[in-house]
């Protein structure tokens, strides 16, 4: 449940669920993200869920603040709302030449390379969001052992499909962007295709995801 | 093919095709983008007799160099443009805010915005160019928008699907007002900051840096010290919304931004004035000045109002 709504700026609700980062809270948040999309309430132009807060942004020239909170507070959101969420497979490649990190972690984690895919591949990832750049999914909750700082200083670019880990998270860079998370593996599966207007995002809030190992070869002869 | 079109001689530095931008993808990492100074781009389109949503060339610093072929067809800058017009051979200054009627082999160069970011250049008529998400807009980093989400360049063409038969000359006299301070609303972490920190943010001068884009605007000046946490869990952001990250140098978020961020917000630029924020250029200065919510209500009510006054008179 909503536990506090503010503003933020004079064109945005701030929702806030809570500080924990964690499934049931992220359900929730997930659950008022959907229900308020379907509902399609005046002014509203824009929802942006994350782990625990949700923004509600709003034209001002149609609505403002009070008019907005009201509407989200009588709102009745369905909190045994089945969330309709798919199974996803993805295959990474974790080739030193694609595992830009592999050394920086295995020091870190104290960990060898093979131990560190093992764990990383043995895990069931939830994702609790989308965003930063289109389409990027935030995945979680990566073991105590796997979890490892970001960068000191950001690459300029990461490489586009490029898998990343920080703390609880893991990650996949839709394109090519400025980043410090720590390189794993890359992606050869095209996880936001902005051609498919209606579907862009292939991996979406709730969804949950697995990653299976792929050869070079495999790597560099994929075919969706 | 199109029979009317401008062929770029040069293109500028940061030369795109924007309209009002795209809602309802925050949630999926996309941001609104669209024409920066939104004022500029409805005048723009008044100006040319275009409906006020119509796509337009948005130029930052250095514009483009056009050259015309086709029919005649009117276009009108918007902003502190310095630009020439070249007919035959004569090359005559242009002026803002005012509409030129081109003929076939005529060419429009936009040599630079004065004191300012942002211009605007409306062609009179519809511009051939593909939507995504029902928007125009080319965000450059997500590679998003028309013409493939790139910025113009060299040699290629901007075609026109139709050419307004209304060729009336319009003007209008509009000064882009410089203020000194930019308002604020208290951001979502402001206690995360020391007494000093929020005094500095409020009492000190900040100079825009170089390192500003259509993403966000960074600025330099007195370090704004954390005393709670120099990150928070990545949550949802807005243009306007003022993060500061470890080193104490605010980042306010503008019209491409990234959709979540984990550092700390002290503050949010009120909708009123942000306009007039994304048109300070690298080595300004800010000045922050706090309001509530309820002024800031009121304020964009007086924005519109003397936006819609603007319109009017065109």
Known sequence: ?224 | MSDNYFEIIRPGINTTFQDKGRDHLYHIGIPFSGAMDNRNYLIANKLVNNNLDSAIIEFAYQGPHLKYTGGKINFAITGDVIFTIKKDDTEIEGKCYESYQIENGNEINIISTSKSVYGYLALGGELDIKLQWNSCSINTKANIGSNDGKKLDTGQRVNLKKINSNKDIKKTSYINTKIENIRVIKGTNFDYFSEEGKKIFYEKEFIVSKLSDRMGMRLEGPKIENIINTNIKSEGLIKGVIQVPADGNPIIMLSDHGTVGGYPKIGAVVSADYDRLVQMAPGSKIKFKEINLSDAETLFKLYEMETQNLLSQI
């Not at chain 1, 004079?10 to 669920?17: E, G, K, R, S, W």
């Not at chain 1, 979890?147 to 703390?167: D, F, I, N, Y």
């Not at chain 1, 990653?211 to 070079?216: G, R, W």
Request: aromatic content about 10%.
């Open chain 1, 1 to 224: 449940m909503i536990k506090n709504i503010s503003n933020l700026g004079d064109t945005a609700l701030y929702c806030d669920f809570g500080n924990e980062v964690n499934k049931s809270i992220n359900s929730q948040v997930i659950k008022y993200f959907k229900t308020i999309k379907e509902k399609k309430v005046k002014g509203i132009n824009n929802l942006t869920p994350s782990y625990n807060k949700l923004i509600i942004s709003y034209d001002l020239k149609q609505t403002n603040f009070n008019e907005v909170k009201k509407n989200i507070e009588n709102l009745n959101v369905e909190t045994n709302l089945k969330l309709n969420t798919k199974r996803i497979e993805i295959p990474v490649c974790c080739h030193e030449s694609l595992s830009l990190d592999v050394k920086r972690l295995e020091k870190i984690l104290n960990l060898s390379r093979d131990k560190i895919l093992e764990n990383f591949l043995n895990k069931e990832y939830f994702c609790y969001m989308t965003g930063f750049i289109a389409g990027m999914p935030f995945l979680g909750d990566l073991d105590q052992n796997m979890r490892a700082q970001r960068l000191e200083t950001p690459r300029v670019k990461v490489p586009k499909g490029s898998v990343g880990l920080t703390e609880q998270f893991a990650n996949i860079y839709t394109f090519e962007s400025p980043g410090g998370w720590n390189i794993f593996g890359n992606t050869p599966v095209k996880v936001f295709d902005s051609s498919l207007e209606d579907e862009p995002t292939l991996i979406n809030p709730g969804d949950t995801v697995t990653f299976k190992e792929i050869s070079l070869d495999q790597y560099k002869n994929y075919n969706e």
